[in-house]
């Protein structure tokens, strides 16, 4: 999995008062919180943050955390981020720390490819999920799963556990759930011929 390397500064100042401030310096705060550390306040650049986002859902970031002369190194994923309303820039952000020798639970998107033989058929694709949760070691979390649904023709469901998942990774959502249908009615051209097909077998 691809790497980004990120300086961030600690935030002595907590609060809205020095939240405001701290944007309209052109930096965005930030939360960096994990199982083995005490929650630190930090501030990112807005073009470190979009390079991170820019590059996948759980892309590891190689944080230099630096606090006066004293400089740390972390290794972390964007949890999650807060959008101002009014102009959709990022407000907030939560940094995860993890390790690399420990697993971590995330939600990956799925990406549903290929065009179903039931969308030739008159059908149109329906997601029914977006993301799964796995498990696995951080080095291993996949950006995004693809879904092959050229095979689905109309009603025909794709549950969770038809997911090939890479090697060392661990599904944790619910195996029963359906995740992409096909719906709606064959035309009546698609119908003739398909019945003229069966006729001719």
Known sequence: MERIAVQVQVRHEKGKGPSRRLR???????????????????????????????????????????DGEEVQTRIAMVKSYDLDPLTD???????????????????VPLEFVGEPIGVTMGGSLTPLLRAVEVSCLPEKVPHEIKVDCSKLRIGDILHVRDIVLPEGVKLLTDPTTAMVTVTGRMTAEVMEAAKAEEQGA
């Open 24 to 66: 309209k310096k052109g930096l965005i705060p930030a939360i960096l919180y994990g199982p083995h550390r005490q929650p630190l306040a930090v501030a990112i650049a807005p073009k470190d943050l979009r390079r991170i986002l820019a590059s996948g859902e759980n892309t590891l970031v190689d944080l230099r955390i630096v």
């Open 89 to 107: 820039k990022p407000r907030h952000v939560d940094l995860y720390e993890v390790s690399l020798e420990e697993a971590v639970r995330v939600e």
